[in-house]
């Protein structure tokens, strides 16, 4: 009997990082699945990391994402992508 196993990485994600619910980011991050950096540069959520499960700040959120959706979606999603990969090779 021959067993094959393969892991692959999480999908992206549907729709507009910005529109994720903030407590599922919290969670994603607080389990290592969502680093600090992509929660405040990409879904825009401003976490308190003091506490052990981690703090969403709304008012912090709520304002920084009005300002990135100030940028021009095409631009922000290629900043989107600069970041991951940027994330990608500060992991290497």
């Known amino acids: 009997d021959e067993v094959w196993t ?6 992206g994600g ?7 619910d903030p407590e599922a ?7 290592g699945f969502t680093s600090l950096k992509a929660a ?8 308190n990391t003091e506490p052990e499960e981690y703090e969403v700040n709304y008012e912090d959120t709520k304002i920084l994402r ?3 959706r100030k940028i021009p979606l095409e631009e ?3 900043r989107n992508i ?5 994330i990608r090779k500060e992991k290497e």
């Open 66 to 68: 009005e300002e990135i």
């Open 40 to 47: 405040h540069d990409i879904y825009g959520v401003v976490l």
């Open 76 to 78: 922000r999603n290629k």
């Open 25 to 31: 980011v919290k969670r994603s991050t607080r389990d």
């Open 6 to 11: 393969a892991t692959a990485p999480g999908g």
């Open 82 to 86: 600069q970041i991951i990969n940027k």
């Open 14 to 20: 549907y729709g507009d990082p910005l529109e994720r």
